[in-house]
């Protein structure tokens, strides 16, 4: 076995980069292993503990970019074409920055094009100084790291607030202000429908619903998973409360999370008292109060449909299987077969667990809070399993699948192998952030799947628009082409694959 | 309420980190500019969690850095007097001999300071030869200090003795003065360690002749006004650090008449101008207490992070900020630029002299821009010019609304460093310096660019936070 490293001094490159491209070259190295790594402490331990040995390694600074392959091969010159195709893979991107006078901080980059948003998203370890020097500079904020501190986020909420300024994260992967979508949200029609949300692709799901039939979103706001959280308090919900209850564009406020700390429900509660416009509550999981002024929903779908009505849009209910789903589930009866959800969208996840566990027993997954439904080896599936393939334990030094499939690719293929499979579940998330073709890098590891469990039904939601580039029709027709079921919903799926399992559809 | 939302307008962003985001921001005709990202404090952890210290109190210190910017930008600078540093100089005694940079004892001393101190023991009259002024450094006869400690300044070794004439520069806003020694020129000076007997002559020659002649023609000018001089200068193709043949002419121009009007012989007189005529240097010791009056002002404002002064003593680099009077101070690097012909890398001292004070004024490197034809002597090109004095806007507290680069459709140049910036940019000021031979006596052999060492900034920093 041959190990050639090379240490690039003071070449910063973001970790999505390099292992995007680490993912891309490694059909091009297959049989090598490859590493591009940025020189934090971690790393090299890391690269040490492989085997890589240089003398430099003591004093590599997080600045500095490692660029290792393991090979069997006796060719040192293929290191120099890892460096070429990390800077010609990087140049692309340059390309367009350089047109631009290039800006080493936050501060003069504002100033440039008097900015009001940051998008930032660089390693936690940065990302609340980053956050904090946007917030100095009267910028937006939202902020896509996580492994920021909770003592942090409180810190730059509380001065966000001050500032008057939003403060969306850590971890928000999705929003739309003033009818931009940042980072993973969907081309959505702007409406009367203001949306508070403490979760990415549950506010994806909320916002698709709301467009296709007909409605529209005035703004989206997210708060980050953990704003409700008794530490933080709902600090960012309450002031996004506020913001659209001053909002002349906002007719309707509905708001989005797994359910709060009691403590947070009352501050809501008491927040709510001052609002005068119609309220849909979506506390996934949660349960619904008797005699509240408020719209309660307990699925995504329901908020949505909530939301709708109470502009008086009339939706269909998108929840119950059609007549053609129901006639499909019955034909079909599972014995000692189990459903496995593969999931790219967290909230997704949860809301499946969430609906499937009125129906069935012998749950698992990786997200579940309940321990008696906790997935003690993640990588293998057991029971009806919902795994959420977007967890740090899947993602650490890869990217989440919603950008780049591999790992769930593995995973399905890994699943086929497995005879206890009864239906396969899968969400994609389409619009702005995602894979340009999430579907169609998908078909081959499914077919695949078909060839060896011909019985096996995979059932497939897509949540995104025909506004989003990927377009929903096409995507659907992918799948549907190579035999997949498609649901209207992610509530609509989750039902459906249930149905599959249990040889019919119950009423709950 | 918050204005984007209530403005209704297309959100204007600035992307950090990933640039995944990027080409959906296009695709949605999103304003928008990539921060060029590199982990701050060269991905330091400990030096992240001070600059988080920082920006949790912004306020308290964008107020404090406010406060040195405005200083600072209205401070004059006006010639008043050429006088002997003992007369004038607070402190001085007639065994007081200043020195360029941060504190240190001669036995530690560069070749070249050690050269011009010895030079200077022996033009004060107190040793007959070098060799003697030895042994009354050794007697413990000679007190050292920084002249910076005592609002002087000095080019080069930097040496300020008792009897030497300096500049005397007022600054009437605040009422506060600094001095600098008169430029001697090129070739063989004792700012460069140079200390043959020509040296100790042409100073003899400067106190006795040429100053009290200066001073007579001041007399007749009354204050000259050196900061509009350095404007300017700038406009006419100087930075005023490496590069200060307009000012000389400008200054020459202001003073010329003031020469030939002194009660004093001819051939004096034609010395005098003469003397300033044929030194495009002369201005060096103007631009600095110029620069130094100015930012003396700021030493002594609570949680500032404004850099008040960058000096070196040809060992160590050494700055101070506004909050505290404490030098940080790192070994100092080497000059990188052009040599004279017959000498290298090799002959060379490390970076030397309170001239720097220059670029923490906003001039010299800041305003390279302005000095296209110093690039030829520094090595580089008008575009890299260009490029120092956008770049250093990156690092500062603000921009000095006088100092206007034409180069740059008369943008300002960038005025006070921050080290908070240069620690989470990366970026280091630029400065623009001569080269001094490492042994003393031989003078300068060539010109270049130098940054200080990050550790200065660092050290500020931390002890920056420990007083917050």
């Known amino acids: 076995m041959n190990m050639y490293l090379r240490i690039l001094v003071n070449e910063y490159y973001d970790s999505v980069t390099l292992m995007s491209l680490t993912a891309s070259l490694k059909k091009q190295y297959s049989g090598d292993e490859i590493f591009l790594l940025m020189g934090t402490p971690m790393n090299v331990q890391l690269i040490k503990d492989i085997g890589f040995k ?32 990390l800077k010609s893979g990087t140049q692309q991107t340059q390309a367009t920055t350089n047109q631009m006078m290039s800006y080493p901080s936050t501060q003069a980059a504002a100033k440039a094009i008097h900015a ?14 980053e956050a904090h020097q946007a917030l100095n500079a009267g910028l937006n904020v939202m902020l896509f790291s996580d492994n920021v501190s909770v003592e ?34 969907n081309q959505i029609r702007q409406g009367p429908i203001g949306i508070v949300a403490a979760s990415g692709t549950g506010l994806q799901e909320v916002t698709v619903l709301i467009d296709r039939f007909g409605g529209g979103i005035s703004q989206a706001i997210g708060t980050g998973g953990r704003d409700l959280s008794e530490k933080v308090g709902g600090l960012m919900m309450l002031q996004g409360i506020d913001i659209l209850n001053d909002d002349p564009d906002t007719k309707v406020i509905t708001l989005i999370s797994k359910p709060p700390a009691s403590s947070v429900y009352e501050k809501i509660l008491q927040k709510l008292k001052t609002v005068s416009k119609p309220v849909v509550i979506g506390f996934i999981d949660g349960k619904k109060p008797e005699n509240s002024p408020y719209h309660h929903a307990s699925t995504l779908a329901e908020a949505a449909y909530l939301s709708l009505k109470a502009m008086k849009l009339n939706p269909p209910i998108f929840e119950p299987l059609t007549d053609q789903q129901i006639l499909d589930a019955s034909a079909v009866k599972k014995e000692n077969q189990f459903i496995r959800g593969l999931y790219c969208g967290g909230t997704l996840c949860s809301e499946a667990i969430s609906i499937a566990r009125k129906n069935l027993k012998g749950l698992y997954s990786n997200v579940s809070k309940k321990p008696e439904e906790h997935l003690d080896d993640v990588f293998h599936s057991k029971g009806h ?124 | ?92 005694t007639d065994r007081t001999f200043l020195h360029a940079g941060p504190p240190i004892p001669y036995e530690k001393m560069a070749g070249p300071m050690k050269g011009a101190i010895l030079g200077a023991i022996v033009f004060e009259g107190l040793a007959k030869n070098l060799s003697e002024a030895e ?96 404007a300017q200068a700038l406009q006419m193709g100087d930075e005023t650090h490496n590069r200060n043949k307009a000012a000389t002419a400008l200054f020459l121009k202001e003073i010329v008449r003031a020469i030939f009007l002194t009660k004093v012989e001819m051939d004096k007189k034609v010395m005098v101008f003469d003397f300033i005529k044929n ?120 921009q000095h609304q006088l100092m206007q680069i034409p180069n740059l459709d008369f943008s300002p140049s960038a005025l006070g460093i921050d080290i908070q910036k240069v620690i989470s940019t990366n970026i280091l000021p630029i400065i623009n310096t001569g080269i001094a031979h490492k042994e003393p006596g031989v003078g300068q052999v060539g010109a270049g660019l130098v940054e200080p060492p990050m550790a200065c900034f660092t050290q500020a920093l931390a002890a920056f936070v420990k007083g917050l």
Request: with cysteine.
């Open chain 1, 54 to 85: 240089d003398d430099r390694l003591g004093k590599i600074s997080p600045n500095d970019c490692l660029i290792g392959i393991k090979t069997n091969q006796d060719k040192p010159e293929m290191i120099e074409s890892l460096v070429k195709a």
């Open chain 1, 116 to 129: 009001d948003v940051a998008m930032i998203s660089v390693p936690g370890a940065y990302a609340a100084l």
């Open chain 1, 152 to 185: 942090d986020e409180i810190v730059l909420k509380k001065k966000a607030i001050e500032k008057n300024l939003l403060l969306m994260g850590p971890d928000c992967g999705t929003a739309i202000i003033n009818g931009v979508g940042l980072a993973f949200a």
């Open chain 1, 385 to 508: 399993c919902f795994v959420d393939l977007g967890d740090d334990i899947f993602t650490n030094g890869r990217p989440h699948p919603m950008i780049e499939p591999t790992i769930r690719l593995e995973r399905i293929l890994q699943e086929a192998k497995d005879p206890q499979v009864g239906v396969l579940l899968l969400d994609f998330e389409l619009g702005y952030g995602s894979h340009e073709d999430p579907t169609g890098t998908h078909l081959e590891a499914l077919q695949s799947f078909k060839k060896q469990r011909p019985d096996v039904p995979i059932i497939a939601y897509v949540c995104g628009t025909e506004g989003d580039s990927q377009r929903l029709k096409n995507q659907e027709q992918k799948l549907k082409a190579i035999g997949v079921r498609l649901a209207s919903s992610h509530a609509q799926a989750i039902r459906y694959a249930v149905a599959m399992i249990q040889g019919g559809y119950h009423r709950e």
């Open chain 2, 1 to 92: 309420m918050n204005k984007l939302i209530q403005s209704k307008q297309t959100p204007k962003v600035v992307n950090i980190g990933s640039s995944i985001f990027l080409k959906d921001l296009s695709a949605q005709h999103v304003e928008h500019v990539n921060v060029q990202y590199q982990p701050p404090g060269q991905g330091n952890e400990e030096l992240v969690s001070w600059l988080l210290r920082c920006s949790e109190k912004e306020e308290v210190i964008h107020n404090a850095n406010q406060e040195a910017l405005t200083r600072v930008l209205a401070a004059q600078a006006k010639l008043i007097a050429v006088m002997p540093a003992i007369q004038v100089i607070p402190g001085m």
């Open chain 2, 135 to 230: 042994a009354v450094i050794k007697q413990g006869l000679i007190t050292f200090a920084p002249a910076h400690e005592h609002h002087a300044v000095g080019p080069m070794a930097g040496i300020i003795s008792p009897s030497m004439p300096v500049h005397v520069v007022e600054n009437p806003i605040h009422k506060n003065t600094a001095y600098c020694s008169i430029n001697e020129g090129l070739g063989k000076v004792l700012r460069y360690g140079a200390n043959g007997p020509e040296v100790i002559n042409k100073l003899k020659w400067i106190r006795d002749t040429f100053a009290p002649v200066l001073n007579e023609a001041l007399k007749i000018t009354g204050p000259i006004d050196i900061k509009q001089l350095i």
């Open chain 2, 279 to 398: 030194n495009d240097h002369y201005f060096l010791n103007l631009s600095m207490p110029a620069a130094k009056v100015a930012l003396d002002t700021a030493q002594g404002i609570p949680h500032s992070t404004f850099v008040t002064i960058m000096a070196r003593n040809g060992v160590d680099f050494g700055i101070k900020t506004a909050s505290s009077n404490q030098w940080f101070t790192a070994p100092a690097n080497y000059v990188k630029g052009l040599y004279f012909t017959g000498y290298s890398e090799q002959d060379a001292a490390p970076d030397i002299g309170d001239s720097a004070i220059t670029e923490t004024y906003g001039i010299g490197g800041f305003a390279m821009g302005a000095a296209p034809a110093i690039v030829q002597f520094v090595g580089g090109t008008v575009a890299d010019a260009i490029r120092y004095s956008k770049t250093m806007h990156f690092i500062t507290v603000g």
